[in-house]
Nanobody, 124 residues
Framework: QVHLVESGGGLVQPGGSLRLSCAAS????????MGWYRQAPGTQRELVAL???????NYADSVKGRFTISRDNARNTVYLQMNSLKPEDTAVYYC??????????????????WGQGTQVTVSS
């Protein structure tokens, strides 16, 4: 019922920047947390950054000071601005959105959805 579309990945040189976007659509009543995770080959998916409904943020130590997460509540969209990229940032990046959906009768239930993933490659 909730569909996420990611964009903005690609190939960038070390020290470069990329901006990821993730737009949520569907029968959304409210969105609580929006986050970005990443998974490199042979590793587990890890949290990169999280933003709550009141725009409090949390970052992995490895990206603090380089990445910035933000959200546009009117557009149900979360962004990840990535600066000073390093080769170790190479991974597939996934957005995750958690909130509440409502049907035509006003019934509500919690949801959690993942984006399809977007490849970020940092290489010279």
């Amino acid at each position: 019922q909730v569909h996420l579309v990611e964009s903005g990945g690609g190939l960038v040189q070390p020290g470069g920047s990329l901006r990821l976007s993730c737009a949520a659509s569907g029968s959304i009543f409210s969105i609580n947390t929006m986050g970005w995770y990443r998974q490199a080959p042979g590793t587990q998916r890890e949290l990169v950054a999280l933003i709550t409904s009141d725009k409090s943020t949390n970052y992995a130590d490895s990206v603090k000071g380089r990445f910035t997460i933000s959200r546009d509540n009117a557009r149900n969209t979360v962004y990840l601005q990535m600066n000073s990229l390093k080769p170790e940032d190479t991974a597939v990046y996934y957005c995750n959105v958690r909130g509440t959906v409502a049907d035509l009768f006003g019934n509500r239930r919690d949801f959690g959805s993942w984006g399809q993933g977007t490849q970020v490659t940092v290489s010279s």
